[in-house]
């Protein structure tokens, strides 16, 4: 099968699953310009690993070249299988090429694209030196929105252990410190995130930086953070 009669399948299956209601209501809980199905993130999955089963004997290139295709559909839920399917095959992950890593990014227009892109593909290969900081720096230089959270959530990898992260202070700062008088939301939010996550790796540097910042920091960062070093949660 070609990738074109691939993706027609796998939208058949993607389909039959989706959610009713939502297709009535046509829209998701946040907007983007992609066409929505209304698949829930359990089914989403769990169609990734069908399709992983049966597609087993295709070659690293034929993956890579279909996760591609998927993440350029236009439709939302393909864009998260495609992210999904590389993710949940490390062969597919580690061969991966920077051209690769972006051309899976082409289409972000919201926040949940964009954190699964950062966290489970463009994060990861940072962190592995397929993107240097140069690129992320080159994110986050953007007048697009998008591509400055990209650039935010890509550190969340850095420190996150369910992504293999250990702790990259020194990375993870020189982003945030960039940001810090950012205030469209969702860069905002993306630091608050950023520096939650590094206070799990490295709770000194995280206490520094808000320190240091302070009066500099949107009040959703200073609520969050102070939150999370005290507590151990998001909100009290």
């Keep these: 099968m070609t990738n074109a009669e691939i993706i027609d399948l796998i939208c058949?299956?993607?389909?039959?699953?989706a959610n009713a209601r939502h297709n009535t209501l046509g829209v998701p809980?946040?907007?983007?310009?992609m066409r929505w199905l209304g698949?829930?993130?359990?089914?989403?999955?769990?169609?990734v690993a069908n399709w992983i089963a049966i597609l087993h004997d295709l070659t690293i290139t034929r993956w890579i070249d279909l996760a591609i295709a998927l993440s350029q559909t236009g439709i939302f839920e393909c864009q998260l299988f495609a992210y999904e399917l590389v993710w949940k095959n490390k062969k597919i992950l580690k061969a991966l090429n920077k051209e690769q890593v972006l051309a899976l990014g082409n289409n972000l227009d919201n926040w949940a694209s964009i954190d699964s892109y950062c966290t489970m593909i463009a994060g990861w290969?940072?962190?592995?030196?397929?993107?240097?900081?140069?690129?992320?720096?080159?994110?986050?230089?953007s007048e697009d929105r998008w591509m400055r959270r990209v650039a935010v959530v890509c550190t969340v990898p850095l420190n996150l252990?369910?992504?293999?992260?250990?702790?990259?202070a020194e990375r993870t700062l020189m982003i945030c410190e960039r940001v810090i008088d950012d205030r469209d939301d969702m860069v905002v939010k993306a630091l608050s995130w950023a520096l939650r996550?590094?206070?799990?790796?490295?709770k000194p540097a995280a206490i520094q930086f808000m320190n240091q910042h302070w009066d500099r920091l949107h009040g959703?960062?200073?609520r969050e953070v102070t939150s999370k070093l005290e507590t151990g949660r998001k909100n009290n």
Excluded: C, M, Y
Excluded at 197 to 202: A, P
């Design 12 to 17: 058949e299956d993607l389909k039959k699953v």
């Design 29 to 33: 809980s946040f907007k983007t310009n």
């Design 39 to 47: 698949v829930s993130a359990p089914q989403l999955k769990k169609a």
């Design 125 to 141: 290969h940072w962190r592995e030196g397929t993107l240097s900081d140069q690129q992320i720096l080159t994110w986050l230089n």
């Design 161 to 168: 252990r369910s992504k293999g992260g250990t702790g990259d």
């Design 197 to 202: 996550e590094l206070s799990k790796s490295d």
């Design 220 to 222: 959703r960062i200073r």
